[in-house]
């Protein structure tokens, strides 16, 4: 089945640096990616959706200064955390919906980024 | 606004043990639900999933029926085997914009040998 992988499935960093968070498509093309972020024991939340050469559209709460997304290929899209603080230590994870007629195939999902601010 | 409430995990069964993991939906219209499951060290797999009211969806020994009138789409399996230990999600996708989920916060399951 269709693949989306993550890179890396862990990081750590220093308060007030910057984390780059790579989603890969590995064998299909998505023109729509979406990352969700996941705090202990709570849901993931949709953060933004992430298209293909045009801005990303960020839900309501999500500041997108802080969290840029770029959809720079069908293959890949990057989420950096900028300025990071410890408050922004969670898990991320991308999904990207393969194939269908509009939007309607399957949603594959990364195996997941967690990202670990000192 | 639309919302998944899962119970809480970590269940711990026995090998061939009765599981049940609850799963209830706050939604305006009629979405779709879903089970995800992520192994360890793997993304998130669609399970099983249903459209519309009363349809059941079932996937390697598991099954989830679609509940309109309690809001619900609880996860069952007969028999757990121990290759079933991972965490489970419970999802919903709106009706009008299928590209937007909303995920409970996910159920471990542990099943010992």
């Known amino acids: 089945g269709a693949v989306v992988s993550q890179h890396p499935s862990r990081v750590i960093c220093k308060s007030g640096t910057s984390v780059k968070i790579e989603c890969r498509s590995l064998?299909?093309?998505?023109?729509?990616m979406f990352w969700y972020r996941q705090f202990p024991k709570q849901s993931l939340m949709l953060m933004a959706t992430?298209?293909?050469?045009?801005?990303?559209?960020?839900e309501q709460g999500v500041e997108k200064d802080k969290f840029l997304i770029n959809h720079a290929s069908l293959t890949l899209s990057t989420l950096t955390v900028t300025s990071a603080h410890p408050e922004d230590s969670s898990f991320y994870i991308c999904s990207a919906r393969a194939g269908g007629t509009a939007g309607t195939g399957e949603l594959f999902f990364g195996e997941g980024s967690r990202l670990t601010v000192l | 606004g639309d919302s998944v409430t899962q119970m809480e995990g970590p269940v711990t069964l026995s090998e061939e043990a009765f599981l049940t993991i609850n799963c209830t939906y706050t939604a305006t219209g009629y979405p779709s639900l879903f089970w995800y499951v992520q192994y360890p060290g793997e993304g998130l797999q669609l399970l099983l999933k249903?459209?519309?009211?009363?349809d059941k969806g079932s996937n390697k020994g598991f099954e989830a029926t679609y509940r309109k009138e309690t809001t619900s789409f609880h996860l069952e399996k007969g028999s757990v085997q121990v290759s079933d230990s991972a965490v489970y999600f419970c999802a919903l996708s709106e009706s009008d914009n299928f590209n937007k989920f909303y995920f409970g916060s996910g159920t471990k399951l542990n099943v010992k040998p």
């Open positions: 249903a459209t519309k009211a009363d």
């Open positions: 064998d299909f093309q998505a023109t729509t």
């Open positions: 992430s298209n293909e050469g045009s801005k990303a559209t960020y």
